[in-house]
Every structure is written in structure tokens, then in C-alpha cells.
């Protein structure tokens, strides 16, 4: 519902301010005076695109504010998935600046014009005899339907069970998809991973089987130095052990002598005692250095492999090359189980199918079982709003499952007596389409919450008895729902809980429009020129009170 609507530097409109019944608010004006400029600045705040031309002082930027009650529309989905702040009463702010630049505004968050156009379609329903577009839709027939069957309940099962649905299609679909791929691959993969299974590569071998490859192809070299070190250190008359026992023989003589050399002695026995380890070492390593050249073929065959396997898939370790088996195994071990898991998937799709067509077919028999009282619902409020001879079917035909259902609903219409119904699109007049989408929102009003509705001289065309049952219609909606008027009928303007006057002001150098909220004397007045021009008579005022309190 909308609260308060401010309109500043619009067009004609310098400031603009006003607070709409919660049900039924008339607008009258002058042809000229203003009336659809409001109708164009209420449409950028609905998300309407604009350009500099709308503003009245091109030195100041255009600002256009809504002041919304949402609480009844249950649009806190809505707000959550765009990441905006949900809170009533909820403030919708438009702002277009000199340079051109337009900006949006939600609850003072900025976002974008398509966020604010599917935002402002759930706030407001801006309705005019030229805009027929939106019955046309078939979209919106449906929904017109589902409306009136009241088939919420059934819709929103429907749509998980729609929902599980293409998440079964979207597995099965992968799966099967992978599966191809797959295949093509086995072969090759499986070759791969014999290649690498036939290693059984252990971890921290190769560093294993470099250190002994070095080793057994320097064997003989190395043996021979090892050798000619041992010769060094135990050779009879000249070796390092035999000198440097003699060594130790005399400072043992010098610490006998004198105490100071005690401490040599003991600096020398721990050198003599590392390196008598460093000779039992050597005799240790030279006992172990084989020269095996069967062995040395066998590592250098392995590491060749290693290495070759390790250019082919570009890693540098043995540790990589077994977390490539590993993955290997695990794609030939899916391919090796494709058919059951496919064969899974397959059942989880049919059965999520299943189960989706099954409430598709509890939907649409909802949806049916309304239409005979939907098309004679309508025809007699038609009948009633002057067309008599009109006739309302619902066509409905099975289509390929949606979001929406399994059904495509048309509604057909004829405005004239032994005319079939066809297609609104194709015979519908804009008066006639203008009366017969007023005549389903009155149908809907008491069905689900509806925007705030604005009607923009729909009463074109219309007088009488025909306006007046217009006008108790709208009164009708308007007990559940706001509804704003802009009517040239007097009749029509009488019947609202408050009345807007939009006029010219040419007081000030340039011409402004301006409204006014109109106090039951001034209602009189403007019906009574309503009814008789701008010097209306006595008896024109008389018709004008006695409309206003019928």
C-alpha cells in the first residue's frame, strides 16, 4: 500500500506531495493539468527508464520518493535474494541528475533499474485503457487462473517436486556425460595405469637407488682410494696409526714430567680415538662396496623407467607419479562402474519424474475444475460494465514441464453476440480490453493480496448506469486493497474516501502542476464543474451533493 508519494523537479512539478487513501483516492484534473505527468513520474519509480528531459530546472536533480506498507505481500524471499533490508514501511527513492544519471534506491541501499522494476510490479499496478500488454501475456492468464483456482498449495508442491526434478535430470546428465568421456579415455587410462602399477613404486626409492647407483658405478675407483687410505693409516713403518701411537707414547712420557701436558694428551686421544674410528670406518665401507654389475643394470633399467614415466606426465618424483596411479585407479575404477551408477541415476530421474507429472496432474486438474466458474464470473460482471453479449472460454492444452506446470492457458474472449471467442490479442478493443481487465481484478481482489491498483481513465467511453457499476466495483476492491482513480466522470469521483485535484498554477513565471487534497466544499465545486463546465449552475451544484452522498 502506498503511504506517501513525493515528486520533486518532475516535468510541470516543481514539489508534489500526497498521502493516498488506504481505499479508494480519486484524482480529477484539467486535461493538461497534470494527471498523467504524476502517472509518468510514478512510473520511474516503478523502474521506467528516464532521461533529462524530465526535469523542470535542468539545474536540479529530479527526485521521486514511495512510502510503502509490504507487510501483507510476502516479500521477504524477495528482499532476502536481492541482500536488501527488509523493513516496513519500505522506502522506494529515484533520483535522476542533471548529467542525466539515474539512481535507485531501496531502504536507502542502491540497486539496479531491473531490481527496482520486478521490486515495484509487486508494489504498484498501474492500469490504462492503452495498456494491454500485460492480459495478453500468457504468463499472466495463468497466473489470473491460479489465482482464482486458488491453487497456491498445489503450485508449491508442484515446484519442489519440478525443482528435485531438474536436479535428478542435471545428475543424471552429468553422469551420463562423464560417462562418455570416460569411456573414450578408458582404454588409454587403463594402459596408463598398468604402466605405473607394473613399477609398485615405493616411496623415497629413488633417492635409494640414485645414492646406490652412484655407488656401484664408481665401485673398483672407490675401493682402490678406500684401500690406498687404509695403507695410509696402518702401513707397519710409515702408517698414520703406528706414527701417531708413538705420538701418544710421548705426551703420556711429558705428563709424567710435568702436569702442564696433560691437557695435550687429552686433546690428542680424542683426536687419535676419531680418527682410529674414521680407518674402522673406511675398512667397514670398502667391505661393503660390491662391484656387482648385474645389480648396477637393474637400477639403471628401473630409474630409466622412473624417469621416462616422470617426462611423460611432467612431475619429478616417485611420490608424484604414484598420486597420478592413484587418480588412474580411480578413473578406471568409475569406468568399471559406470552402468550401476548410470543405471542409479536413471531410476532417481524417473522416479523424481514420476512424482513431478504426478502433481503436474493434481495442479491442472485444480486449475480446470475453476474454469466454467471463472468464465461465468466474468461474463456477468462484464454484462454489468455494458457488455452484454460478451463470452469469456479458458483453452487450456498440455505443454512440456516448467516451472509454471504442464499446462499453457489461454483465455479467449468475444465482445459481440454469435462472434467465436479468439484470442485477446487478436479481438479485443482497448476499451473492451480496458473493462475486462477491470473486471478480472475485481475477481481477484478477494483472492490474493494485490498491489496498489491505479486506474487511469478506464471510464473513457463509459457513462451511465455502466460508470456506476464501475465505480461500486472499485469500491468493492477497495475494501481489501488501495486503489487510486484518475477519472473525468463525476459519478466516479464522488464515490472516493478522498479526492485529489490536480491543476495549473500560473501564478509564478513559469506554469507548475499542482494537487490538492479537497475538503468536502471544494469536492462539491469540482464535481459540480464536472458536471456543468467552470460556472456551474445551482442545480449542477445540487447534482453534485447528491452524488457526493448517495
Not at 314 to 340: C, H, P, R, Y
Not at 389 to 411: F, H, R, T, Y
Not at 435 to 464: N, V
Amino acid at each position: 500500500m502506498l503511504k506517501t508519494l513525493s515528486i520533486s523537479n518532475y516535468a510541470l512539478i516543481d514539489e508534489l506531495q500526497m498521502q493516498p487513501s488506504p481505499a479508494l483516492s480519486m484524482i480529477t484534473g484539467e486535461t493538461g493539468a497534470g494527471k498523467s505527468i504524476m502517472l509518468g513520474a510514478v512510473g520511474l519509480l516503478l523502474g521506467n527508464r528516464a532521461d533529462t528531459k524530465v526535469l523542470l530546472t535542468e539545474e536540479k536533480k529530479c527526485i521521486i520518493e514511495g512510502v510503502f506498507e509490504i507487510g501483507a505481500y510476502g516479500l521477504g524471499d524477495f528482499f532476502e535474494t536481492q541482500e536488501l533490508d527488509y523493513e516496513t514501511p519500505c522506502i522506494i527513492r529515484r533520483e535522476i541528475s542533471p548529467s542525466g544519471k539515474s539512481r535507485s534506491f531501496v531502504n536507502d541501499t542502491p540497486v539496479k533499474l531491473d531490481v527496482l522494476k520486478e521490486l515495484g510490479a509487486k508494489l504498484m499496478d498501474v492500469h490504462s485503457q492503452h495498456d494491454t500488454l500485460q492480459l495478453a501475456d500468457g504468463k499472466y492468464q495463468l497466473g489470473i487462473i491460479d489465482a482464482f483456482a486458488q491453487s497456491q498449495a498445489e503450485i508449491k508442491v508442484y515446484k519442489t517436486d519440478y525443482s528435485d526434478f531438474r536436479k535428478a535430470k542435471k545428475a543424471f546428465d552429468t553422469i551420463q556425460r562423464e560417462a562418455i568421456e570416460l569411456q573414450k579415455e578408458a582404454d588409454f587410462n587403463q594402459f596408463q595405469l598398468d604402466e605405473l602399477s607394473s613399477l609398485t613404486l615405493q616411496t623415497g626409492e629413488q633417492e635409494e637407488m640414485e645414492s646406490n647407483q652412484e655407488i656401484l658405478e664408481n665401485a673398483e675407483e672407490i675401493k682402490q682410494k678406500i684401500n690406498e687410505l687404509l695403507n695410509l693409516f696402518h702401513d707397519e713403518q710409515f702408517g698414520l696409526v703406528q706414527g701417531l701411537s708413538q705420538v701418544q707414547q710421548g705426551l703420556q712420557n711429558l705428563g709424567r714430567l710435568a702436569h702442564k701436558f696433560d691437557g695435550l694428551k687429552d686433546r690428542f686421544q680424542e683426536t687419535f680415538i676419531e680418527l682410529k674410528d674414521i680407518a674402522d670406518t673406511l675398512g667397514d665401507e670398502e667391505g661393503k662396496v660390491e662391484i656387482d654389475f648385474e645389480k648396477l643394470d637393474e637400477i639403471r633399467e628401473r630409474l630409466s623407467k622412473i624417469y621416462q614415466l616422470q617426462k611423460k606426465h611432467g612431475v619429478n618424483s616417485v611420490e608424484e607419479l604414484m598420486a597420478i596411479e592413484a587418480e588412474l585407479a580411480e578413473k578406471v575404477f568409475q569406468v568399471q562402474n559406470l552402468d550401476e551408477n548410470l543405471k542409479e541415476a536413471e531410476e532417481k530421474l524417473k522416479a523424481a519424474e514420476k512424482k513431478m507429472l504426478s502433481s503436474g496432474e493434481l495442479l491442472s486438474k485444480k486449475r480446470k475444475s475453476c474454469f466454467s466458474v471463472f468464465e461465468k464470473s466474468l461474463q456477468e460482471l462484464l454484462s454489468g460494465l455494458g457488455m452484454e453479449n460478451a463470452k469469456i472460454q479458458v483453452e487450456c492444452k498440455s505443454v512440456a514441464p516448467s516451472n509454471s506446470g504442464l499446462d499453457e492457458v489461454e483465455i479467449l474472449f468475444s465482445a459481440n453476440k454469435g462472434s467465436m471467442p479468439q484470442p485477446l490479442k487478436k479481438v479485443a478493443s482497448g476499451g473492451e480490453f480496458s473493462r475486462l481487465l477491470f473486471g478480472i481484478k475485481y475477481l481477484m481482489a478477494d483472492k490474493m493480496a494485490l498491489p496498489t491498483l491505479i486506474f487511469d481513465e478506464i471510464d473513457t467511453g463509459i457513462s451511465g448506469e455502466v460508470a456506476l457499476q464501475m465505480v461500486r466495483m472499485m469500491k468493492e476492491i477497495s475494501k481489501e486493497h488501495q486503489v487510486i482513480c484518475i477519472t473525468h466522470l463525476p459519478q466516479v469521483a464522488a464515490k472516493g474516501d478522498m479526492h485529489y485535484f490536480v491543476y495549473k498554477d500560473n501564478n509564478s513565471d513559469r506554469t507548475i502542476s499542482k494537487i490538492k487534497l479537497l475538503d468536502e466544499t471544494e469536492r462539491v465545486s469540482e464535481l459540480a464543474k464536472m458536471i456543468a463546465g467552470s460556472n456551474p449552475s445551482s442545480s449542477a451544484v445540487e447534482s453534485a451533493k447528491e452524488l457526493l452522498h448517495q
